[in-house]
């Protein structure tokens, strides 16, 4: 994983803390009734295409953005572009938990898996929730998707912890991501917001959400994890 400056990923984080105890308890963790579903169709007939469900919150969700400008619409684009025979659905949620995704799984998983995309966790670390929990639940989502779908193949999309969260506790937070990798022999994104956090120019206002340039930089990060596996 590319390195980030620290000052600048430290100040991105500030940026977070400071807003989950105001604007933020407004803005990401406001969970809208339904999540976003991007499908766009090309001309393979819809039975012969796979599946990539892309599993997030408002990261993958494309909080304030139209929802063709969010990384799994893009995504759907550039498989369309060179002929691959999937479609892409955004079950992104914004202001979504790792409990809360654990909850809503088996409604999600009703269509057919054949590559999970799993992204969450940042709003548990924004609300400091523990550790172990977000783990199991991460665990739990993975565990019931391998068990519906065997050979559905996964991708888990890192996050990081900022260093004023607590040595401990950021230490905890970002071995989730490659411990479950590991596991369970998955592909993974070191940082899905890699390149694109802390950068003022790649973020919307709110200094949170990636906008419309900065959600192209995360599809090239889900892209390096992706490609491999199509």
Not at 107 to 132: P, R
Not at 133 to 147: F, G, P, Y
């Amino acid at each position: 994983m590319r390195l980030i400056h620290s000052t600048i990923f430290n100040l991105f984080f500030l940026c977070l803390l400071t807003g989950c105890k105001d604007k933020q308890a407004t803005q990401s963790v406001v969970v809208t009734k339904t999540p976003k579903t991007t499908i766009v169709e090309t001309t393979t007939p819809r039975e012969e295409k796979k599946t990539i469900l892309c599993f997030g919150n408002s990261l993958t969700a494309g909080y304030g953005l139209d929802e063709n400008q969010a990384w799994p619409a893009l995504l759907q684009t550039r498989l369309d572009s060179i002929n691959e025979p999937y479609i892409v659905v955004n079950a992104g949620l914004s202001g979504e938990t790792t409990s809360g995704g654990l909850n809503r799984l088996d409604w999600v998983i009703k269509q057919h898996v054949d590559l999970f995309i799993l992204e969450l966790g940042a709003n548990d670390m924004l609300k400091g929730l523990a550790v172990d929990n977000t783990k199991e639940n991460l665990d739990n989502i993975i565990i019931r998707v391998s068990a519906k779908y065997p050979d559905a193949k996964i991708i888990i999309a890192g996050m990081l912890a900022p260093p004023n969260m607590g040595d401990d506790y950021a230490k905890d937070f970002n071995r989730i991501y490659s411990d479950l990798a590991m596991k369970h022999k998955a592909a993974i994104i070191p940082f899905i917001l890699d390149e694109v956090a802390g950068k003022k120019d790649l973020n919307l206002p709110d200094g949170k959400h990636p906008n419309i340039e900065g959600q192209k930089i995360l599809l090239e990060n889900v892209w390096a994890a992706l490609q491999p596996l199509i």
